[in-house]
């Protein structure tokens, strides 16, 4: 991605967005919008180069600042997600590191999860040795957190709005799940050319609408199979995230 430059108001950059504390008054961090686990080694790569001023200009991962007791505090639950996701992938809790190395690297040294995810009631089911169904029973909480603190920063990002209240709705489902007419509705997105609400004078967002390579269906593409985030604003604040073009997520805040 390409760095944008954000002007919105200063006063709306005031607290942390996911505990309300004063930013001036706490120690802060740069967090990543999305989490960087979720992206390839070689891209989080990049994003680091550009951080330190010797990448190249479209290695820009999205960033927001935040308390860094919140920022630290999300790790757990980030961790968790990146195995459920790999065993998923993989078809296994422990996966042949020839097929699937990262899985398997990841796994292995993430047993503690591994652990946890067979010792919930049916949290396994394989049913023949080596052949399907692999299923799993996560815990659905962690994964919540994951996926709001994610949607929150998106908004936070893209359209200058710190969103400190609850969701109102928060939903995640494997998109294969999905019926025709519900991956229809879920993919379409407003780029908001005919919104009557447009987003902040100053935000990212501004600029994106006015950049047609920048947006594609309303879809913000953070890296091409791995991750991409969209932002509807004309009524609603609601983010939608496809995760490894797996796990389509939707959460929600009423105005």
Request: charged share 30%; glycine share 6%; aromatic share 8%.
């Amino acid at each position: 991605m390409r760095e944008i430059e954000d002007f919105t108001d200063d006063r709306l950059k005031a607290w942390c967005i996911h505990c309300g504390a004063e930013i001036a008054n706490i120690e802060s961090n740069l967090d990543h919008v999305p989490t960087k686990s979720l992206l390839t080694k070689t891209l989080r790569k990049r994003g680091a180069d550009y951080d330190r001023g010797v990448g190249d200009e479209l290695d820009y991962l999205p960033q927001v600042v935040v308390c860094r007791r919140c920022n630290s505090s999300f790790s757990p639950d980030e961790n968790y997600l990146l195995c459920v996701l790999h065993a998923v992938m993989a078809g296994s809790l422990y996966p042949d590191p020839k097929k699937h190395p990262e899985a398997a690297t990841v796994l292995r040294s993430n047993r503690h999860v591994v652990r946890s995810l067979k010792r919930t009631p049916g949290g396994q089911l394989l049913l023949f040795e080596d052949l399907k169904p692999f299923t799993l029973y996560p815990d659905i909480e962690k994964i919540r957190r994951v996926v709001v603190k994610n949607a929150r920063g998106h908004a936070y990002h893209e359209i200058g709005e710190p969103l400190l209240e609850a969701p109102d709705h928060v939903a995640f489902i494997p998109l294969e799940n999905l019926s025709p007419d519900q991956r229809d509705a879920f993919e379409a997105v407003k780029t908001g050319a005919n919104l009557a609400v447009w987003p902040e004078v100053g935000s990212r967002m501004t600029v994106r609408l006015f950049d047609e390579e920048a947006m594609v269906g309303g879809w913000i593409s953070v890296e091409a199979g791995r991750y991409r985030y969209s932002i509807d604003w004309s009524d609603a604040v609601t983010v939608k995230t496809v995760i490894w073009e797996y796990l389509a997520t939707e959460t929600r805040w009423e105005r």
